[in-house]
Structure formats: structure tokens, C-alpha cells
């Protein structure tokens, strides 16, 4: 009744190596398998980037790329407007008085260079280990020490408010639909990029320009910040400049006439 051949022990160990048998082979040509892909990937790491060139671009990178690119078609647009205003008053027959009331009228519009008195403030970042200088105020907060949006247009309200003929910020000369946005303490402007510092140049009366700048409640604020954890402001008169016409498109691709 229990001799050996019946014994499940005894019985079964031929059946156990049959069964085990093919998952062993499995196993082992998994493990061969992963060896072959991580031999794989080290020797082509050696030689080749595995990941394209594009992926390892940076996002800011792309974004200056962009910028750049922006800039270069905005150069563009510009001297082709310039060929194109040739053409126009060669070809269009206009009298004397109708040439001088369209080139006022392309001087207030900012498409056209402007010399002057000029004016430039400059807004700067605090340094990164800023701290409070003056007692009674807290230690800053990142977002105390960055410049921002308001301040940006701040400066340029102020600006206008004194008289200003015409402003630039950085490189890019201001027109009516020029809108100054940050995002961050990165500003966009018109389709480009820039980091602090911020340099925004006026053409007009010095004087007045000065003053409409220190009766701003909106900069006064800001002076808080620049006495306080030192914040980056400077003003100084440059003498007569030219601020360069605006080469960007004049056109409203979404505005819609009042009927």
C-alpha cells in the first residue's frame, strides 16, 4: 500500500524535473536577452547620443532661438517697408502737402526714427542674498527681488505722462499697440525675449520726464523695494539720441471696426 513507487515524493520526481524543465530554458534565455539589450545600450552610448539633439534642447534655449529668429524678420520687414514707402512715393503721385501730412502721421505712429533729448531707466534684479537693509521690514521673499510687469510699465506710463515723443524698451521702439508682458521676470515684447536688466529710453523734455517719474505712486512703491532689498534703478540723461522706427507689422489681426 505504501511501497515506494506509490510515494508522491519518490512518484513525482521524474514529473517535477519534465515540468520545471522548460521554464528553467525561459528563464535563462530572458536573462541572455536582457544581457544583450544592456551590452546593446552601453556599446551605443559609447559612440552615439540615444537621445535626438532636439530633445536635448533646453526650453529657454528654443525660446532665445525664437527670439532671435523674430528679431531677424522684424530687420527684414523693416527694409522692405522702406523699399515698398520708396515705390509708393514715386509711383503714387501724391501732392507735396499729402507727403508731409503722411510723414507726420508715420512719426506719431513710431514707424519712423526719432531724434532728441533722451532719457533711459534702467530696472535690474536684486542680488539672489539680498536682505532687508532697513530695519522694521521682513526678510524678502523670492518675489520681492525680481523685477515685474508693473514696474516695467510703470516706468513707461510715467514716461508718456511726462511728454515723452517716444520711447524704446531694450531695443524695440514702443507704439501704440505694444503691450509690455512678463511672464516670470522674463519680459516679452512684441514677439521677443529679454532678461534684466531692462533698459527703457525716452525722447523729450529731461526735466519733465524726471519729474513725472518721482511723482509716480506706482514707482514710488517701487522705491521701497530698491531702498529696502535693493532692487536695481538708475536714471540718467543721455544727451541726443535717435530711437529707432518701429519694424514690426502694423497690422490688427483681430480688431474689428466699430459700426
Known amino acids: 500500500m505504501s511501497n515506494s513507487a506509490d510515494s508522491p515524493q519518490s512518484g513525482s520526481s521524474p514529473d517535477r524535473i519534465r515540468r520545471f ?7 535563462m534565455a530572458v536573462f541572455a536577452l536582457a544581457g544583450l ?5 552601453f556599446d551605443t552610448a559609447n559612440g552615439t547620443n540615444i537621445r535626438t539633439d532636439a530633445s536635448l534642447l533646453k526650453l529657454s534655449d528654443l525660446i532665445q532661438e525664437r527670439s532671435h529668429k523674430n528679431g531677424q524678420l522684424d530687420e527684414s520687414n523693416g527694409s522692405l517697408r522702406d523699399d515698398v514707402e520708396t515705390l509708393a512715393e514715386r509711383d503714387n ?5 499729402e507727403a508731409a501730412k503722411l510723414a507726420a502721421l508715420e512719426k506719431h505712429a513710431g514707424t519712423q526714427k526719432l531724434k532728441g533729448e533722451a532719457l533711459t531707466v534702467t530696472l535690474n534684479d536684486a542680488p539672489p542674498n539680498a536682505t532687508a537693509k532697513l530695519p522694521g521690514y521682513p526678510e524678502p521673499q523670492p518675489d520681492y527681488l525680481v523685477i515685474h510687469q508693473q514696474d516695467l510699465q510703470a516706468v513707461v506710463n510715467a514716461l508718456w505722462q ?13 507704439i501704440s499697440t505694444s503691450a509690455v508682458r512678463c511672464v516670470g521676470n522674463t519680459l516679452i515684447l512684441q514677439g521677443r525675449v529679454y ?3 531692462y533698459k527703457i529710453q525716452a525722447v523729450g523734455d529731461p526735466e519733465k520726464l524726471q519729474k ?19 532692487l536695481g534703478w538708475k536714471v540718467e540723461e543721455d544727451g541726443t539720441r535717435t530711437l529707432p522706427g518701429y519694424s514690426g507689422t502694423v497690422d490688427l489681426h483681430y480688431a474689428k471696426p466699430v459700426e
Open 37 to 41: 539589450i544592456f551590452f546593446t545600450s
Open 21 to 27: 524543465r522548460p521554464v528553467r530554458l525561459l528563464t
Open 195 to 197: 532678461s534684466p536688466p
Open 212 to 230: 513725472s517719474l518721482s511723482a509716480s505712486p506706482a514707482i514710488q512703491n517701487y522705491m521701497v523695494y530698491v531702498n529696502v532689498y535693493g
Open 93 to 97: 503721385g501724391s501732392t507735396a502737402a
Open 162 to 174: 511726462g511728454g515723452a515723443k517716444g520711447i524704446k524698451v531694450m531695443d524695440q521702439r514702443l
